[in-house]
């Protein structure tokens, strides 16, 4: 039997191309999903296959045959082939990578993976092997698949796809360092990689380097302006700046992706920062368009007409969002805030009481309480829900002034002036009405107890 060499058998063999998904994973999604394709030898290293001189041969046959079916997408006829040529010729690396390529169509993982590491055992030259190992554990194995992935950029340094692969791996398995530093080297292959320069602006984000991001999705965006993920990606640079241009930029990106509810709440956000109601209250009739209102965007509705000042408006709001959330304490809490900015007395107490039934340690219900009781003039009230407060909380100046002003409406003279004495020495340099008021007041109530 004629042995032929290897690099013939390269030659007849290699032409199959299999298409593996890297699929999304955990807190560091990417932003642009090119499923990676599985390498053979010809393709991947940019060789088209060449006429050669045939030899009569059974184990041609059997390659061919192997060939044929791959060619069809029957990788389990492949198998049976691949196998009976192996063992007569177990050291050939490319039959062995063959063998894995079709393993890999099968999901057969783990015999892929084994036929993979013995043909670069074999040819450690080959760099389809490592390259599409790499890329078959770069999901289940993410670590493992980093060793593998560097030896395809060792092999292949002229190639930006095996950089991109490894920045994948490295980002996945936590060195963003080091990620970063492929995918720059993959820019410098290629700079007009769309998909590697929004993954760097991705990356960019994470590593709290928003000026460095907005670059990138900014250069994406030139090859691919209806790049949903780049725009998505500058927007949030811009917000991470803190820079006004960021509400266009989530408009832009919700014209490519109009259903993206989270990133129309950041925009909703940005407008009520800036003061636009009308437009965020726009953006949410947008969002709301032919649905029932949500309970977010009610919660979004009702802080517009907040800041709007708009209080009935948003008594209506809360209390709609209350019957589809009844047990929402923040709702609650939050109806009875807006009933004491209205000086609705009765009504803010009967809410904030509600409030606290459902989150009883929550001090800003007990403050907006406290203040109720003070507004409406019922001090012992006001001054048992200080003492709840002070249980938790050391009481600021603000408190102690708001005691003695209803110790001195008690005319509890001596926890009066202790009161307004225990505010004077936290407020000590300060100059203001209520110091001025503490510093009367407290001149007559030390006159007060002279006389006694």
Not at 55 to 72: G, H, K, M, Y
Not at 182 to 209: T, V
Not at 245 to 255: K, M, S, V, W
Not at 423 to 438: I, N, P, R
Request: aromatic letters at 6%; charged letters at 25%.
């Amino acid at each position: 039997m004629r042995r032929l060499p290897c690099r013939s058998l390269a030659v007849v063999v290699a032409r199959a191309v299999l298409v593996l998904s890297l699929g999304a994973q955990g807190a560091a999604p990417l932003l642009s999903r090119e499923i990676p394709r599985q390498a053979s030898p010809s393709q991947a290293a940019g060789e088209k296959p060449t006429k050669t001189q045939r030899v009569a041969n059974p184990l041609n046959d059997l390659l061919d045959e192997a060939q044929r079916s791959i060619d069809a997408n029957h990788f389990e006829a492949a198998l049976a082939p691949l196998q009976k040529f192996l063992a007569e010729k177990p050291e050939v690396a490319f039959a062995h990578f063959q063998l894995a390529y079709a393993y890999t169509a099968l999901n057969r993982g783990d015999e892929a993976r084994a036929e993979y590491e013995r043909a670069m055992s074999l040819d450690p030259k080959m760099p389809e092997a490592p390259l599409n190992l790499g890329i078959l554990l770069i999901e289940k194995d993410t670590g493992a698949a980093v060793g593998p992935l560097r030896k395809a950029v060792e092999l292949l340094p002229s190639q930006s796809r095996p950089r991109f692969l490894l920045g994948t791996a490295l980002e996945r398995s936590g060195d963003l360092a080091g990620a970063a530093g492929s995918f720059e080297g993959a820019l410098r292959l290629d700079p007009r990689d769309a998909e590697a320069l929004s993954h760097l602006g991705s990356l960019y984000l994470r590593m709290k380097r928003p000026g460095d991001a907005e670059a990138k999705f900014r250069g994406a965006l030139e090859i691919q302006p209806n790049s949903a993920a780049a725009a998505l990606g500058l927007a949030q640079s811009l917000d991470a700046q803190q820079k006004a241009e960021a509400a266009e930029g989530y408009r832009t990106y919700l014209n490519l992706q109009p259903g993206d509810s989270a990133a129309r709440a950041r925009l909703v956000h940005l407008l009520v920062a800036q003061e636009n109601y009308e437009g965020a209250l726009a953006e949410l009739e947008q969002a709301e368009a032919g649905k029932p209102a949500s309970l977010d965007s009610l919660r979004l509705r009702a802080d517009i007409q907040i800041a709007q000042k708009k209080f009935d408006d948003a008594i209506a709001t809360l209390q709609q969002a209350i019957r589809l959330a009844p047990g929402d304490a923040q709702l609650i809490g939050g109806l009875g805030r807006v009933y004491l900015q209205k000086r609705d007395f009765a009504a803010a107490e009967k809410q904030l009481q509600a409030a606290l039934q459902l989150d009883r340690n929550n001090l800003v219900y007990w403050k907006d309480l406290g203040s109720t009781y003070y507004l409406s003039g019922n001090c012992p009230a006001a001054l048992a829900t200080l003492d709840v407060i002070a249980k938790t909380e050391p009481p600021a100046a603000g408190a102690w002034f708001i005691r003695a002003l209803c110790y001195d409406k008690l005319h509890q003279v001596r926890p009066a002036l202790d009161a307004y004495e225990k505010f004077l020495a936290m407020e000590q340099g300060k100059t203001s009405d209520q110091v001025w008021q503490a510093q009367e007041r407290s001149k007559v109530l030390k006159h007060m107890l002279e006389k006694r």
